[in-house]
T-cell receptor, first 113, second 110 residues
Framework: DTGVSQNPRHKITKRGQNVTFRCDPI?????LYWYRQTLGQGPEFLTY????????KSRLLSDRFSAERPKGSFSTLEIQRTEQGDSAMYLC???????????FGSGTRLTVV | QKEVEQNSGPLSVPEGAIASLNCTYS??????FFWYRQYSGKSPELIMF????GDKEDGRFTAQLNKASQYVSLLIRDSQPSDSATYLC??????????FGPGTRLSVLP
């Protein structure tokens, strides 16, 4: 297993379009997280899953955002009706249950034009 | 008050010097503390973590934690130009999600 994989690496979309990102975590990690990072800021928590259950969503996550992890393996993050303010790096991370540090994927850079 | 605060920098140190990066947090219930390094355009990578008051050393890196002062720091000894990056402090409050600070940009000058 080579780590956390995210696809696509880059996405440019027009305002109002829907986009979907995928994250494949490290196989033995049962926790999966989505974060968003803008230039000059630290990652902001969006949501996380333990196995297939979505246990927490940030108040930052508007109704246009939805995430799934249907079989407790890979996860998708969908943004509907994208806005320019959604432009950011979307980071996925995974970890084992417990107090361990994350392993991050390479991220998906979204640009909304 | 933000939950996790860091000086944004840039912090510039000469090659071979000790770089000292600081982080304060607001939630006294925070349990564990992590330092990540992020190169420009890359994702964060874990350097080290600390749970207990005191110092923890790993190679050229030392993390220091003072829960009473709600303060955690990272020292980098013998700084190298390759250490030039943004250093993110992350705090785990409840064993679940992490809160990150804004990061400190470190520049090691050759």
């Amino acid at each position: 297993d080579t780590g956390v994989s995210q696809n696509p690496r880059h996405k440019i979309t027009k305002r109002g379009q829907n986009v979907t990102f995928r994250c494949d975590p490290i196989s033995e990690h049962n926790r999966l997280y989505w974060y968003r990072q803008t230039l000059g800021q630290g990652p902001e928590f969006l949501t996380y899953f333990q196995n297939e259950a979505q246990l927490e969503k940030s108040r930052l996550l508007s109704d246009r955002f939805s995430a799934e992890r249907p079989k407790g393996s890979f996860s998708t993050l969908e943004i509907q009706r994208t806005e320019q303010g959604d432009s950011a790096m979307y980071l996925c991370a995974s970890t084992k249950q417990g107090n361990y540090g994350y392993t991050f994927g390479s991220g998906t850079r979204l640009t909304v034009v | 008050q933000k939950e996790v605060e860091q000086n944004s920098g840039p912090l510039s140190v000469p090659e071979g010097a000790i770089a000292s990066l600081n982080c304060t947090y607001s939630d006294r219930g925070s349990q564990s503390f992590f330092w990540y390094r992020q190169y420009s355009g890359k994702s964060p990578e874990l350097i080290m973590f600390i749970y207990s008051n005191g110092d923890k050393e790993d190679g050229r890196f030392t993390a220091q934690l003072n829960k009473a002062s709600q303060y955690v720091s990272l020292l980098i000894r013998d700084s190298q130009p390759s250490d030039s990056a943004t250093y993110l402090c992350a705090v785990n409050r409840d064993g679940q999600n992490f809160v990150f600070g804004p990061g400190t940009r470190l520049s090691v000058l050759p």
